[in-house]
């Protein structure tokens, strides 16, 4: 069985969409960011980077008992390996995937979010108009990246769907919520209406919907709780004895 340790959030929603399209069974965990699940010492001892997705198989194809992988890049990779599918073997289709999943780890992904970042603060941070500027062109432009590819081929590695476009969804649905005017991007928005009616692409979105509450529903009180938690997280110490 596999146990993804998961909050309903775009890089979680990368694997649900994955699981579901493969027809895999699996154990959501939650991993409740607001609480910081992700700071004990159960959850670094899988991910020292205090981030969810992270996951665990517990009847790996390999010995030594179960496997956990972090990065929802390389659990997809993963996955997508031990279960043949939506990731051809052929080594054309396979890096052709593998660049574009870099690709989202690198640059969509990241930039987006610090967009959203940087739009939600409130006023007492100061005037965030440059990093606003910056960041909307950075999520802007990457539109761009995936409209000129999804003008030269149906989906993103090419003529077959793949967990490269299950990677990049999360990340691009709804982009006015990103500041975006989707009529600029006319072959995302066939690609996103495409994967938008995909029963298994509806369901991994869905996973974990009834855990979550949306950051404009919070009491302020509650909002500066997480803030305080989450924003300018600095480095952590490692225990005092070393530990091999
Ligand atoms: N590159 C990582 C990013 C994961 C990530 O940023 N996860 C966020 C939620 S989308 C998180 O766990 N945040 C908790 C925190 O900021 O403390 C991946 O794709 O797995």
Not at 42 to 64: H, K, L, Q, S, V
Not at 222 to 227: M, P
Request: proline fraction near 9%.
């Amino acid at each position: 069985m596999i146990d993804l340790h998961y909050w309903p959030t775009p890089n979680g929603k990368k694997v649900t969409i994955q699981l579901e399209e493969m027809g895999v069974e699996y154990n959501l965990v939650p991993c409740r960011i607001g609480q910081g699940d992700q700071f004990t010492d159960e959850f670094i001892a899988m991910n020292p980077n205090t981030r969810m997705p992270a996951m665990i198989d517990n009847d790996p194809e390999c010995d030594g008992g179960p496997l956990s992988v972090f990065e929802s890049g390389a659990i997809m990779i993963y996955l997508g390996e031990k279960f043949g599918q939506f990731y051809p073997r052929d080594p054309r289709s396979r890096h052709a995937i593998n660049q574009w999943i870099m690709w989202q780890m690198a640059n969509q992904g990241p930039k987006t979010g610090e967009l959203g970042h940087f739009r939600r603060l409130p006023e007492s941070e100061g005037n965030q108009s440059y990093a606003i500027r910056r960041f909307d062109d950075e999520v802007n432009r990457i539109y761009g990246v995936l409209n000129r590819r999804l003008y030269e081929a149906p989906y993103l590695a090419g003529n077959e769907y793949s967990i490269a476009d299950m990677c990049c969804y999360p990340w691009a649905v709804d982009p006015e919520s990103r500041g975006q005017d989707i009529g600029e991007f006319p072959h995302v928005a066939r690609w996103l209406d495409e994967l938008a009616a995909r029963p298994a692409v509806q369901r991994g979105m869905d996973a974990g919907a009834q855990w979550s509450v949306g950051y404009g529903e919070m009491p302020p009180e509650e909002r500066e709780r997480i803030r305080k938690m989450l924003y300018n997280q600095r480095a952590r110490p490692v225990p005092e004895l070393p530990a091999f």
